[in-house]
Each structure stands twice: as structure tokens, then as C-alpha cells.
């Protein structure tokens, strides 16, 4: 089975940082582009995060370019987002998800495993 667990979520101050851990099984970390989704209540969901399974290159939206970083771990099957300087406005549930083919770009729908998500608030 394909399985994607989040952890590391929480409250934490503005300015802060956190990290979230992607943890897979029965995917193998180089087959798969990992990204990462999040959703504030009554937004749409936002693709915020991407690195590829092949050569590890990564992608990040606008709004959160230089104060997330994704990695990957592919000996614990494990992809990381690094969150920095954090912002009341990054409060959300944060989801990982796995493309089985090659993508760069977080595009919902070519993402068909998904993990339960885990919530991050920011506070002011």
C-alpha cells in the first residue's frame, strides 16, 4: 500500500519555525515527486511545495519562497518542509501527497496519495 503520514505540526509564534515530516510506505522516494499541500478553513488548497523523485529538484509557490525548504531522506522515506519566519497567514492543515510519475509543480491532481494532514497555527 502507498501510505503518507504527516507529523510535526502544532502552535507556534510568529517568527518562528517548524518542521513537518513526511513519512512514506510502499512508495519508494525516488519514484515518486512529493509535494506539499495546505489548506486554511474556507480557502481553497494551496500547493505550496514540490521536489521530484528523480534528481531532488524542488519547487516552492511565491508565497512561501524563502522560508520553506523541502527535503528528502530517501534511506527513512522521509520528506521534510522546513518552515521558517512563519506568519500568522501560513496557520493551516499541511498535507503531503506522492504523484507516481514525474512532476515538479504541485498540480492536485496528478497527486493520488495523500496523507491525513496536520494541522500548523501560527499565532500573533
Known amino acids: 500500500q502507498e501510505q503518507l503520514v504527516e507529523s510535526g505540526g502544532g502552535v507556534v509564534q510568529s517568527g518562528g519555525s517548524m518542521r513537518l515530516s513526511c513519512a512514506a510506505s510502499?512508495?519508494?522516494?525516488?519514484?515518486?515527486?512529493i509535494a506539499w499541500f495546505r489548506q486554511a478553513p474556507g480557502k481553497e488548497r494551496e500547493g505550496i511545495s514540490c521536489i521530484s523523485g528523480s534528481d531532488g529538484t524542488t519547487y516552492y509557490s511565491d508565497s512561501v519562497k524563502g522560508r520553506f525548504t523541502i527535503s528528502r531522506d530517501n534511506a527513512k522515506s522521509t520528506v521534510y518542509l522546513q518552515m521558517n519566519s512563519l506568519k500568522p497567514t501560513d496557520t493551516g492543515v499541511y498535507y503531503c501527497?506522492?504523484?507516481?510519475?514525474?512532476?515538479?509543480?504541485?498540480?492536485?491532481?496528478?497527486?493520488?496519495?495523500w496523507g491525513q494532514g496536520t494541522q500548523v497555527t501560527v499565532s500573533s
Open positions: 510502499g512508495i519508494t522516494l525516488r519514484n515518486y515527486a
Open positions: 501527497a506522492a504523484a507516481p510519475w514525474p512532476t515538479i509543480v504541485p498540480i492536485e491532481e496528478f497527486f493520488r496519495s
